[in-house]
């Protein structure tokens, strides 16, 4: 799914286009805290999908966008008593956002990479070369990263209901901060599938569709 720049790039212009968020820490740790399950150990697809917030045995593509929202709508008003509201938002924009990127982005990825006659890596190595690339240009590209690192620097982690445990937000968080930290990525072979472009369009049009969900609502 999308990489952390995508996912505050998408939150940023949420909170610049209107909505209120009561602390912003708390708000973008949420926004990259369901990956933070990367930082289990031995965490396999079903850990992921719970973290996500996938129904059982289903897929993105299987799921309309709209019941999922009120379903999400739900989730926030039945935890709100539990955890932070603002963290609550960003876990919940972060999952809206990789719906919506697997539907576009990631499908069109799949069919290009099938129709690649001479692929010269492995499908999943293919995806996180071109997206680890262009994540990486972003932040090096961002006007706000300060902001909002700084932002991330002042949160603190807490165990978030029974899906992720305090070490593993925290863990998650630090990897962000320091991810980007060589200014280049660690992936060399040219960029093949997914463009910039593509990300910067699809970041356009996510943050103006959870906009309209949440006017809507």
């Given amino acids: ?17 209107g909505f209120t968020v009561s602390a912003l820490p ?3 740790l949420g926004v990259i805290s369901p990956d933070a399950i990367h930082m289990r150990q031995n965490a396999n697809r079903l850990d992921k999908h719970r973290t996500h917030l996938i129904p059982l045995g289903k ?3 299987d799921i309309d966008e709209w019941d999922y929202y009120k379903f999400l709508l739900s989730f ?5 008593k539990h955890s932070d509201l603002s963290f609550l ?8 956002t990789d719906m919506l990127w697997s539907k576009s982005v990631y499908n069109n990825f799949v069919k290009k990479y099938n129709e690649d006659t001479a692929p010269i890596q492995e499908e999943r190595w293919a995806y996180y070369n071109d997206t680890d690339i262009i994540d990486q240009i972003l932040f090096n590209e961002c006007p706000w990263r300060e902001n909002v690192w700084n932002h991330l620097q002042k949160a603190e982690a807490f165990d978030f ?15 962000t901060l320091h991810w980007y930290d060589s ?8 960029i093949k599938y997914i463009t910039k472009s593509d990300v910067l369009n699809f970041i356009s ?10 006017n809507h609502a």
């Fill in 161 to 175: 209901l029974e899906l992720l445990t305090a070490d593993e937000i925290s863990s998650w968080n630090e990897r």
């Fill in 183 to 190: 200014g280049e990525s660690q992936h060399k072979n040219p």
């Fill in 26 to 28: 708390s708000f973008y």
């Fill in 89 to 96: 938002w960003g876990y919940s924009i972060h999952i809206l």
């Fill in 59 to 61: 897929k993105w593509n």
């Fill in 76 to 80: 926030i008003e039945s935890n709100k």
């Fill in 205 to 214: 049009d996510c943050s103006e569709t959870i906009l309209s969900y949440i």
């Fill in 1 to 17: 799914m999308p990489l952390p720049m995508v996912h505050l790039s998408v939150a940023k212009n949420i909170v610049e286009s």
